[in-house]
């Protein structure tokens, strides 16, 4: 059962390059989302999604993009990356609970060093 | 910023003791939940209690709510070095319960 996977888990960029972090789920929940983490500051919601074709913006969506074609998939892309994009970030997904709560399950998350 | 704050930022204590990490937030919400961090590794899902519950338990977890202070305590009974890991809580709002905010987190250290 492989749950969060995400690609790739290390990943050194410069300045004004940009990538897309990969993440697939496969347990068919409606709901996923990216978070960055930064030392000291715990995680932060960039952009989440409550299903195919429908995406919105977190606490700190500036400088990444979203899109959600399918239900297993859910990319992030850096624009134009920049060195204040250094950061662990973690994929997560939910089935939406009886109450209407999510309960997250993350990926192993994905390292980036932008220079 | 950040929605829940935790306290201590980090905790040490000694195997077989209780750890109790604290965390307080801002507004009206619909739950809350907490989840552990190993080294390195994703947040894992712990326990998630309602805005309606006062107190929860999960094998040696215990959480509480007072929604009055806007905070939340969770107490790890009998410690064992595994527990070793960061706790973090976070709060679904009640006005928009997909967005899960995140606190900074507690780092626990079980000494053998």
């Known amino acids: 059962n492989a749950g969060v996977t995400q690609t790739p888990k290390f990943q050194v960029l410069k300045t004004g390059q940009s990538m897309t972090l990969q993440c697939a789920q496969d347990?068919?929940?409606?709901?996923m989302s990216w978070y960055r983490q930064d030392p000291g500051m715990g995680l932060r919601l960039i952009h989440y999604?409550?299903?195919?074709?429908?995406?919105d913006q977190g606490e700190v969506p500036n400088g990444y993009n979203v899109s959600r074609s399918t239900t297993e998939d859910f990319p992030l892309r850096l624009l134009s990356a920049a060195p204040s994009q250094t950061s662990v970030y973690f994929c997560?997904?939910?089935?939406?609970?009886?109450?209407?709560?999510?309960?997250?399950?993350f990926g192993e998350g994905s390292r980036l060093t932008v220079l | 910023s950040q929605q829940g704050e935790e306290d201590p930022q980090a905790l040490s204590i000694q195997e077989g003791e209780n750890a109790t990490m604290n965390c307080s937030y801002k507004?009206?919400?619909?739950?809350l939940q907490w989840y552990r961090q190993n080294s390195g590794r994703g947040l894992v899902h712990l326990i998630l209690?309602?805005?309606?519950?006062r107190e929860k338990h999960s094998g040696r977890l215990r959480v509480t709510l007072d929604t009055s202070k806007k905070s939340s305590s969770l107490l790890i009974t009998a410690s064992r070095a595994a527990d070793t890991a960061s706790y973090f809580c976070a709060t679904g709002a009640m006005d928009s319960s997909y967005k899960l905010i995140f606190g900074s987190g507690t780092r626990l250290l079980v000494r053998p």
């Open positions: 209690i309602r805005s309606n519950e």
């Open positions: 347990m068919n929940h409606e709901y």
């Open positions: 997560a997904s939910s089935y939406r609970g009886t109450g209407g709560q999510l309960e997250l399950f």
């Open positions: 999604s409550v299903g195919a074709g429908i995406t």
């Open positions: 507004t009206s919400i619909n739950n």
